[in-house]
Structures are given as C-alpha cells and as structure tokens.
C-alpha cells in the first residue's frame, strides 16, 4: 500500500509556483522521497528525490521538513506543459525489497492561463 | 541517450485470447521493471527483473501472465488467456543498479490493451 497522502487536485495559474504537498507520516529512516510525474497518455516522469536535505534540480525543488513527515514540492514558474498528475512516493532503498515505486492515486494539476 | 522503447503501443483483443508485449530498455541498464496502470489509478508493479533474475513477481498473476528478460536486455510480458479486467496501460521502465541506495526509474510509453 502506498504510504503518502497527497490531495486529489490543485489547481495552479500559469506563471506562478505550484506547491504541491504530502504527507509521509510512518517513513523509516532509510527511506526516500520520490517525486514523479505523468502527463497524459504518457509513462511517468523522474522529477526529484530527496531523504533528509531539501534539493533542487532544473524541474523543481524539494522541500522535506525536519521530522521527516511530510514534503512539498515546489513548480517555480508553472507553465501549461506542467499540467500532469503528480505522485509522492516513499521508497525503499534496493537492499530492501528492491527499491520498488509503489504509486499512490497522486494529485492531479491543473495550471491554467 | 534513447529511452525505454515498448511495443506496441495499442493492443485490441477478445478475451480468451493471448497478448505480448515488448519491452527495450535504456542501454546499460540492469534493472526492468513492467507496471500494469488501470484508468485512474496509479501504475502497480508487476514484475521486477535484476539482470536475468527476478527480484521480485509478488503482484504479477502467475496463472495467467507470465514474463522473461532473455540475456539481461529486452524483455517480454505475455497474458493468456486474457480478461476484461485486464484492459490497462502496461508500462515498462529500466534503471541502473550500483552501490547507490536507489536509481530513478525511467519510464517508456506503455502499452493500451483493451479486451473486450
């Protein structure tokens, strides 16, 4: 079972930061944070992943607060091509039953002009 | 670097009859993954391939799908007989394995079964 709780939508004007939260309240210690993303009728996307510190890549930030329980990712400037369905997930790392995605519903964006 | 490929990308088939789905993953990587994805769910793992080795096939429904990686490369997943409830997207996604704690997984088009 997943073990995120994310909302089921948000909605997000173009140009602004989209803000996504999750909820990861019964993460162990070795496990990360994963965000991906899906467009439609597309496979998902590898945005960005984090376990203590927050990150930051050319897609996004993470931002994952100190105890651990929760996340946000962060859309800078958000563009209509960011409209995607996006999933926190809490991973396991390969040693432990190797490191397999398990998907929740995620939440759907939608940015809009 | 070319992506995951897959084939085909639409499927049409009666139940009762078998499908097989193929699956290219990026170059150098040792870890293949297949996902079945029914409309408005997210993917659920099938099958996860180390190699030639299955790592792990807990989810995958050994009664009537059944899946192999010959020579560590390509890989293909087969359903017969099928059923309706078997109508998804079937995604296939590869990533590298080393002394890393985790790789992302990249992920391919998918394939669209749908029995009728």
């Known amino acids: 079972d997943a073990k995120t709780t994310q909302p089921t939508s948000m909605d997000c004007a173009e140009g602004r930061a989209a803000n996504l939260p999750c909820n990861h309240s019964t993460i162990s210690g070795n496990e990360y944070v994963y965000w991906y993303r899906q467009i439609h009728s597309q496979g998902p996307q590898y945005i960005i992943h984090?376990?203590?510190n927050n990150e930051t890549n050319e897609m996004a930030s993470l931002i994952i607060t100190e105890d651990r329980k929760s996340s946000t990712l962060i859309l800078p400037h958000a563009t209509l091509r960011d409209t995607a369905v996006y999933y926190c997930?809490?991973?396991?790392?390969?040693?432990?039953?190797?490191?397999?995605?398990?998907f929740g519903q995620g939440t759907e964006l939608s940015v809009k002009p | 670097e070319a992506g995951v490929a897959q084939s085909p990308r639409y499927k049409i088939i009666e139940k009762r009859q078998s499908v097989a789905f193929w699956c290219n993953p990026i170059s150098g990587h040792a870890t293949l993954y297949w996902y079945q994805q029914i409309l408005g769910q997210g993917p659920k793992l099938l099958i996860q391939f180390q190699n030639n080795g299955v790592v792990d096939d807990s989810q995958l429904p050994k009664d009537r799908f059944s899946a192999e990686r010959l020579k560590g490369v390509d890989s293909t997943l087969k359903i017969q007989p099928a059923k309706l409830e078997d109508s998804a997207v079937y995604l296939c996604?590869?990533?590298?394995?080393?002394?890393?704690?985790?790789?992302?997984?990249?992920f391919g088009p998918g394939t669209r079964l749908t029995v009728t």
């Open positions: 996604a590869s990533s590298k394995w080393g002394d890393r704690a985790t790789y992302e997984q990249y």
């Open positions: 984090g376990l203590k």
């Open positions: 997930i809490v991973r396991s790392p390969f040693y432990n039953q190797g490191g397999k995605l398990i």
